[in-house]
């Protein structure tokens, strides 16, 4: 060992172990130092992460409580009729569709008409969105205010141009004559709820909605004046059960009509039924009936009952359907031909020589007028 080989031998030894040792020291300060990087990259962006918003996922995490309370004076509908509806802000985080955008958060998970000039709400679509929702007009009040004068929107209903009647009277969206009949007439009127203008928009007389509402309710051409109660159940109130929640075509259900009226001493009851679009076995249009045992004109008789011609007439088929003979015969079955005497010789009040009807409250009113008389039909 104490030779010059041997010192040699120690030398070279020592050498490999001081440069050993420098090279895992110099590994050690690399761990180190990337130790140190990467507590001092971790502790700087915890140190960040404190200064980001929380992931946006509803409307509370950037608007306050108060932004969907409508009684409130900070409620986003008061804030954007403040701005005059100018939204430009909204869509930079919902979207261009107001479908959510960056925010994730569609506008229309609250409320679905809005916007509504980008839904179609005016015109037309305001009258389609309404039918397709079932007339959800509690949501409408939610923005508008309980008696639709602006709320805190500030943007009244009943205001020109909108829900007002032909003077400018404001009346409310609840009005019969609102959904269907005339809009413009006062929400008094409730002749006016009647078609023509059904609830989806029809005014033609062929469509089912509209047929021959005019011609019984409004126009009394050939006979009284009916009302809607006549033919249809009429709600007290425009959500009653069974008016908004049940599918169209309306039932029709003559359950306070002259449809019904019993004649021929109690011997003719009429089963008035509304089936595939037409009025079947109503008093109405001639099912009736006069025993000559119980008058005392037995001399127009030529058989022992005088009856109508039981017509059913279709409903969308004009006025054809109730011209003068289809509901009874001229003269009526088992009434004597009298011609050439003319039926205003002896119906002279009702109708004239020419079958023109003079006086339509007293034709298809429940009587049989005789020389200015009526008498029941019996």
């Not at 007002?164 to 809009?183: I, L, S």
């Not at 509402?213 to 009394?220: D, I, P, R």
């Not at 279709?314 to 001229?330: D, K, R």
């Amino acid at each position: 060992m104490h030779t010059p080989e041997g010192r040699r031998a120690w030398d070279s030894v020592a050498i490999v172990i001081i440069s050993e040792g420098r090279i895992a020291m110099k590994q050690h300060l690399l761990i180190l130092m990337i130790a140190l990087g990467l507590a001092l990259s971790a502790w700087s962006c915890s140190e960040l992460k404190q200064d980001l918003p929380s992931p946006v996922s509803t409307t509370m995490r950037v608007h306050s409580d108060e932004w969907s309370q409508a009684s409130s004076p900070n409620f986003h509908g008061a804030y954007l009729s403040n701005k005059n509806w100018n939204d430009r802000e909204c869509l930079q985080c919902h979207g261009g569709s107001y479908q959510g955008g960056s925010s994730g958060v569609s506008c229309f998970k609250c409320h679905d008409a809005y916007p509504h000039s980008a839904r179609g709400i005016t015109g037309s679509g305001h009258r389609d969105y309404l039918y397709a929702k079932g007339y959800p007009l509690g949501d409408c009040r939610v923005c508008h205010g309980a008696d639709y004068g602006g709320g805190n929107v500030s943007t009244s209903c009943t205001r020109a141009g909108c829900h007002v009647d032909r003077t400018q009277t404001a009346k409310p969206p609840e009005a019969c004559n609102t959904c269907h009949g005339n809009f413009t007439a006062p929400a008094s009127d409730f002749l006016s709820a009647a078609p023509p203008r059904s609830v989806l928009g029809d005014t033609v007389t062929t469509v089912s909605g509209v047929g021959a509402h005019a011609k019984h309710l409004t126009s009394g051409l050939v006979g009284k004046l009916l009302k809607c109660r006549e033919c249809h159940n009429v709600p007290s109130v425009w959500n009653a059960p069974g008016h908004l929640d049940f599918p169209l075509p309306a039932v029709v259900v003559m359950n306070d009509t002259l449809a019904n009226l019993v004649t021929g001493d109690g011997t003719n009851r009429p089963t008035p039924a509304y089936v595939g679009g037409k009025c079947n076995n109503t008093y109405c249009h001639g099912n009736w009936a006069l025993r000559k045992a119980s008058s005392p004109y037995t001399f127009v008789y030529s058989d022992s009952v005088i009856t109508g011609a039981k017509y059913s007439p279709q409903w969308t088929g004009g006025s054809g359907e109730a011209v003068c003979g289809s509901c009874h015969g001229l003269p009526p079955q088992g009434h004597r031909d009298l011609t050439p005497v003319p039926c205003s010789n002896c119906h002279g009040e009702v109708v004239d020589a020419n079958y023109k009807i003079i006086d339509p409250t007293k034709h298809i009113n429940g009587k049989i007028n005789l020389d200015g008389v009526e008498f029941n039909m019996r």
